[in-house]
Structure formats: C-alpha cells, structure tokens
C-alpha cells in the first residue's frame, strides 16, 4: 500500500513550455485534490476531483488543467510554463467529503519554472 | 469564504520545553479541525485533529484546545524532541466545504 504517489519528484521548466504531473493513489478514495505550496503562503486549492470524471475549481486554478480519466488517477497540466508557477505542488486524497475524512498526501512535485 | 490566522510563522524552542502554536478561524460554521506536520521534503501527515463538539484532546505528548466562542484553537506539545522540529499547518472545515490551510509554522528544536 503505497498510499498517495507523485511523479515526477523535480522538473525545470523554460517559460512557456507544458507538462504533466502525475498523482496515484492505492487507497480506493473518491476526492482528489491539488495544492500548490509557495513560503509563507501556506497551503492552496488548484483544482479538485469528486469523482472519477468530475473537476473542480479551487482557489488558485488560473493557468492549469486537469483530468481524472481513472479513480487512482489526477493529472495536473501546466499549458504554458510561467515563472509565476514555480512551486511545491502535493496532490492529496480523501475517501469521503465527511468533515472528518482525512486527507492523504504525497510527498510533492517541486517545479522550477526559468 | 473561511480564513484562517496561524501564529507564529516560526518559533524555537529548547529541548524538552513546551511549544503553542495559535489558529483562528473566521467562519463559525466550521466544525473540523485537523493539525498536519511536515517533514522537510515531504507532504503534510494529519498528526492530530478535534471536531467542534469536543474543547480538548490529546495523544500522548501533543494537544488541542479548540475555543468555539473566540474561534480559535491550539496546538500544544509537551516535552519537545528534536524530531518534532518541521512545518506545523492548522486547517479549518465545515462540512465538505474544503480545508482552508493556515500559511504555517517553522518549529525548531534545540538540543
């Protein structure tokens, strides 16, 4: 049981230039989310998923994409690398949307945007 | 929407003392609210949380108060260690709304 897993680990980017980053998790939870963390901002929503099939909008969702093809799946795509988009991003699951259902992270993407 | 206040960003302590870290919350309708530690270059691991219902709890060498009236809670941890220096984050929830993150504490202790 791996739990939640991020690929890749590290990633540079030139401005303007796209990628995908991938999220799996083995726990068979219905909610997907993506953060980004940036110091001292703490952690904030991208995007999430209620469902295989289903996106959302979070807080900060302006110049990324996703997609939830598979349950265990959430990709985050960055279209057109900005440097604005350097950041620590964590993908994290839940197996419901109870207020106490206890969200799962990964252990990160750090991305480097030149 | 929520908002949530962490204080303070970094706090350093010697081995064995106490360390508080202080949340508040804008929104009474909130009634969850988890505490996660994280490890320099890892995510954030739930380590303690308390619902609205209940003013304390506590596991072991850590606690939390929650106050429902000045809408704020805490994290204590006693008899502190080197290995509980990281990131400490406090979050907020009402009902499946989203977790709204506090920005963070850098806890560092001193041996």
């Known amino acids: 049981n791996a739990g939640v897993t991020q690929t890749p680990k590290f990633r540079v980017l030139k401005t303007g230039q796209s990628m995908t980053l991938l999220c799996a998790q083995d726990m068979n939870h219905e909610y997907m989310y993506w953060y980004r963390q940036d110091p001292g901002m703490g952690l904030r929503l991208i995007h999430y998923s209620v469902g295989e099939g289903t996106t959302a909008k979070g807080e900060v969702p302006d110049g990324y994409n996703v997609s939830r093809l598979k349950k265990q799946n959430f990709l985050l795509g960055l279209e057109s690398a900005a440097p604005s988009q350097t950041s620590v991003y964590f993908c994290?699951?839940?197996?419901?949307?109870?207020?106490?259902?206890?969200?799962?992270f990964g252990p990160g993407t750090r991305l480097t945007v030149l | 929407g929520e908002n949530v206040e962490q204080h303070p960003s970094t706090l350093s302590v010697q081995e064995g003392d106490s360390a508080v870290i202080k949340c508040t919350y804008s929104?009474?309708?909130?009634?969850?609210f988890p505490w996660y530690k994280q490890e320099l270059g890892k995510g954030p691991q739930l380590i303690i949380d308390i619902r609205s219902n209940v003013g304390e709890k506590k596991d072991q060498r850590i606690a939390v108060t929650l106050n429902k009236t000045a809408k704020h809670f805490s994290l204590h941890i006693t008899e502190t260690q080197p290995e509980d220096s990281a990131v400490y984050f406090c979050a907020a929830k009402r009902g499946s709304y989203q977790l709204t993150f506090g920005k963070g504490t850098k806890l560092s202790v001193i041996p």
């Open positions: 929104d009474s309708a909130s009634n969850y």
């Open positions: 994290a699951s839940t197996h419901g949307l109870a207020a106490t259902d206890t969200q799962y």
